[in-house]
């Protein structure tokens, strides 16, 4: 039987992108010989592009990660070459992968998220025209997840945003290139916002009705989020309105301090369950 040759397995997944002014290449480290015995430790990488021989910026789970400055190549195509070196000295064949390489596309700058009724609203400022929208969960380290691959405006509403809970969000700019490849911008700085439900509307329908001893209110429960208490408010005349009572629950309060032969106007506002106030109602008035 003719002895093992014990030469390294080419490296046959390598795949690069441009972000931002640089190429951030990556593969998966060989661990077999090209018969299928096991490489023996230590293995060595030998990356070049041009007379640039970059070391990896880092290796983990057999994979390889690099990043390569790559200004120098906008408007050209970078050769990017790679070959394993055993313990013995013994190279594998060269694998070659070609990018192109252009300006650095813009960071997306001014990113903002805002709750609106339809979700959670992402803007930006930017002068590029494709840009993609990642998600986190506000766990640390959470991984983001792509949620709109291309977007050729400067706003993007996340419709799965759920109520009560924390998200990141970040915008990424890239540029469209040949044969599906683009290239990307560097990322900005995420923003988060924390989700709540709508504050609760204002209550609508009030009506105030002067008794012998004091003024009746009641109103008709606002729609969406749920009422659990209600504010009264009370000004004389064209004063300003001011709390004088609360009602549990209950769409009606009895105002007992109102003096006789004073014009009053009254509004009410809705509490939510977190101790959160709506607007106030469209004020009517009373005499006693």
Not at 32 to 59: M, S, W, Y
Not at 91 to 107: F, G, K, Y
Not at 219 to 232: H, K, L, N, Q, Y
């Amino acid at each position: 039987m003719a002895p093992l040759v014990n030469i390294p397995s080419r490296v046959t997944d390598m795949a690069a992108v441009q972000r931002g002014g640089k190429l951030i290449v990556q593969f998966t480290i060989p661990t077999k010989t090209t018969e299928g015995e096991a490489l023996k430790p230590p293995v060595n990488l030998d990356l070049r592009l041009a007379d640039q021989h970059p070391q990896p910026k880092a290796v983990q789970g057999g994979i390889a990660l690099y990043e390569i400055p790559c200004t120098d190549w906008a408007g050209k195509n970078a050769v990017i070459e790679v070959r394993v070196v055993g313990s013995n000295g013994k190279e594998s064949p060269w694998s070659n992968l070609t990018v192109p390489v252009v300006a650095p596309p813009p960071v997306p700058r001014d990113v903002r998220a805002e709750q609106v009724a339809s979700g959670v609203r992402v803007t930006w400022q930017s002068a590029g025209s494709h840009f993609r929208v990642l998600r986190a969960g506000d766990a640390k380290d959470a991984p983001y997840s792509l949620l709109a691959p291309d977007v050729t405006g400067h706003e993007w509403t996340d419709t799965t945003a759920e109520i009560g809970k924390t998200y990141k969000y970040l915008v990424q700019g890239f540029e469209p290139l040949a044969a599906g490849r683009v290239a990307e911008s560097d990322l900005p700085e995420g923003v988060s916002i924390a989700t709540e439900a709508p504050l609760p509307g204002a209550p609508t329908n009030l009506r105030a009705v002067a008794g012998m001893a004091s003024v009746e209110l009641s109103w008709d429960v606002p729609e969406g989020t749920p009422a659990v208490s209600f504010r009264i408010y009370r000004a004389a005349g064209d004063g300003e309105l001011t709390r004088i009572g609360e009602s549990q629950g209950v769409p009606a309060y009895s105002d007992k301090t109102a003096e006789p032969g004073t014009v009053y106007r009254y509004a009410v506002s809705s509490m939510d369950a977190t101790g959160r106030e709506g607007p106030k109602s469209t004020p009517v008035e009373a005499t006693r």
